[in-house]
């Protein structure tokens, strides 16, 4: 069994994909790379095919019709023979120095017959263009460099979340717990991160600066206008969040807490997103969106909608929408977030 299985989902991503891969070889035979063709029309299932020729006993290439990003994912934890499994996307790539520490934390846990649940590190965002380069931390919370649980961490900070980028799940509990991403549908992400914490008892987290979150092209789903374009997408997401965690059986306080805040803000930025396209068919939806959450949970939408947060997304009329876009853009420039 190798230590860690990394996916990498590709699509048409010959132009920087080598990068990510190259940056994840130093991990030698302890890592097995999944690359992913998402059914990719350019040369992208080439350069998969070249690098498993190169290192066979590292590399293997999967190739697929295309699904989605979320497929994608699926078919690397179908696949994987690694005791953890991380995704990498084929945009970004990883820190080697912290690559090496997050190995030798995982390869000491396996010496040591122990093993945790989810391994959390440290991601920058790569943001092109920026002077300073926001780094999402998590050592004012979590303790360090020891197996952990949600009784041993303080309270998450607003603005602070833990996201695919900064967290290595053991791969027999995404199997366990039945994950399986939606095809064709973006933003899947916020559900690989938060419909498995449940499942999760332990922990480990190492204060590395590990994940390089690329973001500056212009075709990128995270940019705002894509966002809008693609709501319907973030939509879905959120309401697979609210449908599948049924926050009211969590009985651990502090995970309960973490994953009301991190449902949280996937609302307020679909709510966000939603008055910031300005259409009426978009403030249409916001309705109906905050009608499925209470209808499907009327404690959960009392909680959302009276918030700090929601409070602010709910400011009637075009007025209370100006305010809520301010918030919204100053959240922005302090966050760091994009």
Avoid at 8 to 22: A, F, G, K, L, V
Avoid at 43 to 52: L, P, S, V
Wanted: net charge positive.
């Amino acid at each position: 069994m190798k230590l860690l299985t990394v996916a990498i989902p590709c699509y048409n991503s010959q132009d920087y994909m080598r990068y990510c891969i190259e940056s994840l070889l130093p991990g030698g035979e302890d890592v097995e790379l999944l690359i992913v063709n998402d059914g990719s029309s350019d040369g992208t299932a080439a350069i998969a095919d070249e690098y498993e020729a190169k290192y066979p006993t590292i590399v293997k290439a999967i190739h697929q019709e295309n699904g989605g990003h979320g497929e994608a994912v699926n078919t690397g934890i179908r696949n994987a023979s690694g005791k953890y499994f991380k995704v990498v996307d084929s945009d970004d790539w990883v820190d080697i120095r912290a690559y090496m520490k997050v190995l030798g934390a995982l390869r000491g846990l396996t010496e040591r017959r122990q093993q945790t649940d989810m391994l959390i590190s440290n991601f920058v965002y790569e943001k092109e263009g920026a002077s300073y380069k926001k780094v999402m931390k998590y050592n004012n919370v979590l303790p360090e460099d020891v197996l952990f649980s949600w009784e041993d961490i303080r309270l998450f900070r607003k603005g602070q979340y833990l996201m695919m980028h900064s967290i290595t799940y053991r791969t027999g509990l995404l199997r366990d717990c039945g994950l399986q991403l939606p095809k064709h549908t973006f933003y899947v992400d916020n559900l690989f991160v938060y419909i498995p914490l449940r499942f999760v008892q332990s922990m480990y987290y190492v204060n590395a600066d590990f994940y390089r979150y690329f973001i500056g092209r212009d075709d990128q789903s995270v940019q705002e206008r894509i966002m809008i374009k693609r709501i319907d997408q973030q939509i879905k997401v959120n309401k697979l969040m609210v449908e599948q965690v049924d926050l009211s059986l969590i009985h651990n306080a502090q995970l309960r807490h973490y994953m009301f805040r991190h449902l949280e803000i996937v609302t307020v930025i679909s709510t966000i997103l939603l008055i910031r396209s300005g259409s009426a068919e978009n403030l249409r939806k916001k309705k109906e969106l905050w009608k499925f959450i209470r209808n499907k949970d009327a404690k959960l939408h009392r909680h959302l909608r009276f918030g700090v947060l929601g409070g602010l997304t709910s400011l009637p009329g075009r007025a209370g929408r100006s305010i809520s876009v301010g918030a919204y853009k100053l959240s922005q420039r302090l966050v760091g977030f994009n």
